[in-house]
């Protein structure tokens, strides 16, 4: 399967753990953006990198949320202290050069996150 | 445009007949759209694109207008069958932008 690869597919914590959701893009995809996902809505853009580099973190709150993505291995996704309002499926998406070229972009099965 | 709204617009249609999904879009600056397709439980699966150059593209089975006079984009399927049954979202993007913008969704059920 070469396609986004995304995991864990479900992630259950309690309010104050931290949570970590990691992406794997599509072969040859140096691009990967996370959005984020509340029932019967459609998805929010949060964060987009580069490898090593964070290009756009606009979508993103400023406390308890990072991202990177490492020269080596999967792009994460970062939530500490997580509170009930996180609640939400997280994706993933790659393409394979950058966001303004007009190319798709392509997702993954996503995470789904439940705080209890 | 950003989605909005706590239910899905939703459309049921008969097995064999042609399905019509509307997107209404607020950007008159947005040049790239793109129609989604999502299973329960699954992610957003790529359908057709088309950029603001063009007024129509046609795939397998579906088809994508564009009129960008009155910013609305329509997704048709062609033959309706239960696989087609997702939420299709329409997405847009404009020079500059580093993200895509989700419209609201619309489900498909496909009635046998």
């Known amino acids: 399967n070469a396609g986004v690869m995304q995991n864990p597919r479900h992630l259950v914590r309690r309010r104050g753990q931290e949570a970590r959701l990691r992406c794997s893009p599509m072969?040859?995809?140096?691009?990967v953006y996370w959005y984020r996902q509340l029932p019967e809505e459609g998805l929010k853009f949060m964060v987009y990198?580069?490898?090593?580099?964070?290009?756009?973190e606009s979508g993103m709150p400023k406390e308890r949320f990072s991202a990177e993505f490492p020269k080596e291995g999967p792009s994460i996704l970062r939530i500490q202290q997580v509170v009930r309002g996180d609640s939400a499926a997280y994706f993933c998406?790659?393409?394979?050069?950058?966001?303004?070229?007009?190319?798709?972009?392509?997702f993954g099965d996503g995470t789904r996150l439940s705080i209890l | 445009g950003e989605s909005v709204g706590l239910h899905l617009p939703t459309l049921s249609v008969q097995e064999g007949d042609n399905s019509i999904i509307n997107c209404a879009y607020s950007?008159?600056?947005?040049?790239?759209f793109i129609w989604y397709k999502q299973e329960s439980g699954k992610g957003p699966q790529f359908i057709i694109d088309?950029?603001?150059?063009?007024d129509k593209r046609q795939g397998q089975r579906v088809t994508v207008l564009l009129n960008k006079t009155v910013k609305h984009l329509s997704l048709q399927i062609a033959a309706t069958q239960p696989g087609d049954s997702a939420v299709y979202f329409c997405?847009?993007?404009?020079?500059?932008?580093?993200?895509?913008?989700f419209g609201t969704g619309t489900r498909l059920t496909v009635i046998p």
């Open positions: 950007n008159s600056a947005s040049d790239y």
């Open positions: 072969k040859g995809h140096s691009h």
């Open positions: 997405a847009e993007s404009y020079p500059g932008a580093n993200n895509l913008f």
């Open positions: 990198l580069q490898k090593e580099n964070i290009i756009d």
């Open positions: 088309i950029r603001s150059n063009m």
């Open positions: 998406a790659s393409s394979p050069i950058g966001s303004q070229s007009y190319q798709p972009q392509h």
